[in-house]
């Protein structure tokens, strides 16, 4: 058995299944007898209900089920949706109030769902919401990112659920009182939809006098003991599967109302329940992202060192507290606070925010993206402020290979790094040098030209303790059974590949189970760039535990001791004995004689610390100041993801989450006006990136091991992501900065640009006047 995993550019064996039309999606594989359900859903954002009519839509042809918040309660359904909640400042908890299943007394965000619909068909259901009637007392909608308003929540009078910190405020100030420059800037970073390729789903069904809810989430075990517990059912009673999943990004591990309804209503009817979320209804209900907005400052000394960090910020928790969002976000917010710098007086303050939209954040990095946003785009601009090269300011205040193991700011032990060599190859494959160059051409065909910086460090894997299966089928092949959920990301290739260099065990002989709550006793899922790290450690130990077992089994076979019986070369072997089996053919001996105790194995891997991914995102565009188009030129990432299972499956997961990245930055924006109403609830209205807003990327892996696990891997996930957008919006920065323009908040659409570039030339008209 290996250590490490060999670093192999495999490729994907699941695609063949996807690409060909034979993926497990959810709405795919729905009971064909099964009911529809459909949800009547808020038209506004924030009013009181004074009255919800349904006995209509009850007798409408092909309904079964009309359910509203009264029906819930009758049933015995007291439960709300689970969620977090944090400390404020002062010691006390953040507000909490209740998340209904079904809106109660109150609607406070558009689309909030008061009644569920259940019918024969998809269209009867759609039918027999149109023949509710509801009445409504219209209250204002609070909408921006401040307190104060009208209140959504009894608990919450101000609109604030908390105000969070971290951080000596007092030994803050002191830095910045005894600093030689003051930088201080307010950055927004806007709201985006995640719009995953496959919506939202779930149907439900009783099998063999079990609840099976199949759902595509990015993790099972939590929705099961949720559910268990709101629909008051034995754990052990209760059974949920995720199939494939079309993209996840954090929005799909949250909570949501619609597979605990569609349970309850599958009970009561003893029939399958389906529901499939329609592209409007996902733009209206997902859990959102980003939107927040930070009042920073930096501190510097004489040399340009940072020696104060301090950052205010107020993020948008929506209508509701959510189960991750905001809460967890933020702490990952505050671990990554002061990203790859060597600065320890920081403070960071934090306010959550009720408002009348959907509940947010949960998306593909959070609170790790948004450290590195508002670090990076804070470090870019002091830079020209101070009138040094931006690239210099990082490089003379960067943690040094000799401070490792690293204490940040806030607590954080970082892994080794070395920031500087990354940084020096970025420089050469970006081919910076030639930048001056490539400008002056952009000048004569009069275009601008800008170049950005990134320098990102996230936290990925954290403290962890997930088990996984491994079972001898009677058929020659092995499952292995891990709690993590695949979207996307390639994970059946992977734990394969990896299992197989383990075991010697042909990877065709290899079936990765996923999403299957009868199968996960630990782990919470798939998110923060952890999978191939939690999984693969504890994968070395349940392949440890199923040799030593088997080397016991097998001593007498091969007359020797058990503790003389190695497994080499893909086989057990012993000095004096000519019998050499396969973990295969051991498990086969084992059926043989009964020993069905050798047939499954399962090790709890557990990891303590934290590892922190890193890397440099260099980005060049070029503006036309005539129809502020910004065309992304050139791209070039070097990461240090520590050592790499699948060098081709990281550059994969690279690109798309800088091509997410990207889209944020330049043309991704959810809208909502001042009534809570979503303005960009479609594709009409909501821009999303194409093949041809993207370059070619050019990608480089500057690794240094971990030291936070026994694999030496540091997590990749989320990188793309953490890094791109404040490259891109550094270089839109510098290309703008030369006309003039000062305030560059994302996205940078061609209307945004196109202002900005006419402002700064009206400047410039009426200076020369």
């Known amino acids: ?125 759609k039918d027999a919401c149109d023949l509710i009637e509801f009445d409504f007392d219209t209250l204002p909608a609070h909408t ?93 009673m209760v059974h949920v599967t995720t199939p494939d999943v079309g993209g996840g990004f954090g929005m799909k591990a949250m909570s949501y109302p619609e597979p605990y309804l569609v349970a309850h209503a599958a009970r009561v009817l003893s029939r399958s329940v389906r529901w499939m979320s329609e592209r409007v209804e996902a733009m209206l209900t997902d859990t959102g992202a980003r939107d927040l907005v930070h009042d920073a400052a930096m501190a510097f000394d004489e040399d340009h060192r940072l ?42 303050n934090v306010q959550g925010i009720y408002t009348n939209t959907a509940q947010t954040d949960a998306y593909r990095g959070a609170g790790r993206a948004e450290a590195s946003y508002v670090l990076e785009r804070m470090l870019d601009y002091s830079a020209r402020e101070l009138g040094i090269d931006p690239w210099d300011l990082r490089q003379r ?51 601008l030209r800008g170049l950005g910086l990134s320098y990102y460090i996230m936290n990925a894997v954290g403290s962890s303790e997930i088990s996984v299966r491994l079972m001898f089928i009677e058929d020659g092949t092995v499952s292995l059974a891990v709690p993590t959920q695949s979207s996307g990301q390639g994970h059946e290739s992977v734990f394969s590949a990896f299992l197989s260099e383990q075991t010697g065990i042909d990877p065709d002989k290899i079936q990765v189970i996923q999403g299957d709550s009868d199968y996960v006793d630990t782990g919470s899922g798939t ?70 105790d050798l047939l499954v194995h399962e090790g709890v891997g557990k990891i303590d610390t934290w590892a922190f991914p890193n890397g440099a995102h260099v980005a060049e565009i070029e503006v036309d100041p005539e129809t502020g188009k910004v065309a992304l030129d050139r791209y070039t990432v070097i990461d240090d993801f520590g050592n790499l299972i699948n060098p081709l499956l990281v550059e994969a997961q690279v690109h798309g989450g800088c091509v997410q990245g990207i889209g944020h930055a330049l043309m991704e924006n959810t809208v909502f006006d001042e009534d809570g109403q979503l303005l960009s609830a479609s594709f009409m209205d909501y821009a999303m990136p194409r093949a041809d807003d993207i370059p070619m990327f050019s990608f480089g892996s500057e690794p240094v091991p971990s030291t936070a696990n026994v694999l030496g891997v540091k997590g990749c996930g989320e990188a793309g992501t953490v890094g791109a957008t404040a490259a891109i919006a550094n ?39």
């Open 397 to 447: 205040n960067f943690i040094q290979p000799h401070q490792f193991p690293y204490t940040s700011s806030t607590g954080e032990v970082l892994d080794p790094a070395n920031y500087e060599r990354v940084l020096t190859r970025a420089r050469s494959a970006a081919d910076v040098d030639g930048f001056a160059a490539r400008k002056s051409q952009s000048a004569s065909r009069g275009r």
């Open 1 to 125: 058995m290996q250590k490490f995993g060999r670093s192999r550019p495999l490729s994907r064996s699941e695609d063949v299944r996807l690409l060909c039309g034979k993926g497990t999606f959810v709405d795919n594989i729905a009971p064909r007898n099964a009911l529809f359900a459909y949800f009547f859903r808020s038209p506004v954002a924030h009013a009181t209900i004074s009255r919800l009519q349904i006995d209509t839509a009850r007798r409408a042809d092909g309904v079964h089920l009309v359910l509203c918040s009264a029906d819930l309660l009758a049933a015995g359904i007291t439960e709300g949706l689970p969620f977090e909640i944090l400390e404020n400042r002062d010691g006390s908890k953040g507000a909490a109030p209740r998340r209904p299943l079904l809106a109660e007394k109150k609607v406070r965000f558009v689309g909030e769902p008061l009644v569920m619909v259940v019918a024969e068909t998809l269209n009867q259901a």
């Open 144 to 236: 921006e990112l401040i307190a104060g308003g009208q209140a959504l929540h009894a608990e919450a009078t101000d609109n604030c659920a908390f105000d969070w910190s971290i951080g000596d405020e007092a030994d803050c100030s002191s830095a910045f009182d005894r600093a030689a420059h003051q930088i201080h800037k307010s950055i927004r970073n806007s709201r985006v939809t995640v719009n995953t390729i496959e919506p939202r789903g779930c149907f439900a069904e009783n099998v063999d006098g079990r609840l099976h809810v199949a759902v595509n989430s990015q993790g099972v075990r939590g929705i099961k003991s949720s559910i268990a517990e709101t629909l008051g059912l034995p754990p052990e």
């Open 527 to 596: 998110g923060g760039s952890s999978s191939v790290t939690t999984v693969g450690n504890a994968t070395l130990v349940t392949v440890a535990k199923a040799i030593e077992a088997f080397a016991l089994f097998l001593a007498p076979h091969m007359q020797a001791d058990a503790k003389d019986i190695i497994f080499e070369e893909q086989t057990f072997r012993a000095a004096g004995s000519n019998l050499t089996p396969t973990l295969l053919e051991a498990g086969a001996m084992a059926r043989a004689e009964g020993r069905n």
């Open 731 to 769: 270089a839109v920065s510098d290309a703008l900065s030369e006309e003039g323009a000062k305030q560059h908040d994302i996205p940078f659409t061609h209307h945004r640009v196109w202002t900005m570039a006419q402002a700064c030339t009206e400047k410039t008209r009426q200076a020369g006047t």
């Open 307 to 348: 020696i104060g960090y301090r950052v205010n910020t107020r993020c948008n928790l929506g209508a509701y507290n959510s189960d991750l969002g905001q809460c967890i976000q933020t702490e990952y917010f505050a671990m990554v606070l002061s990203g790859a710098y060597d600065v320890q007086e920081t403070f960071l």
